[in-house]
């Protein structure tokens, strides 16, 4: 049987992450707060802002940026969007 959690982003019960997805206090959040189907959105929108917007992670800025991204995201807050990006419709 899978772990469920109270989904910060979706504001409602579903499958957790098998484990913390990052290290330390941050990672243990996430695996206590965030659902699997959040966490698969989210990198999937992160991979589209490091591309779209041509960042490093090598640059601490880019880090920074990202880390402040997936901190909206999650909590289902207003967040930055790859640019021309249009969502597909259901």
């Given at each position: ?36 189907k959040a966490w698969q959105e989210w ?48």
């Amino acid at each position: 049987m899978s772990r469920t959690v109270f989904c910060r982003r979706y504001r409602e019960q579903l499958e957790g992450l098998e484990r913390p997805p990052l290290p330390g206090p941050k990672g243990q959040d996430i695996f206590e707060h965030v659902s699997k189907k959040a966490w698969q959105e989210w990198q999937a929108q992160q991979t589209m802002l490091i591309n779209e917007k041509h960042l490093s992670l090598m640059d601490p800025a880019a880090r920074s940026y990202l880390q402040e991204q997936m901190t909206k995201f999650l909590a289902g807050e207003e967040y930055d969007q790859a640019e021309g990006y249009v969502p597909p419709s259901n």
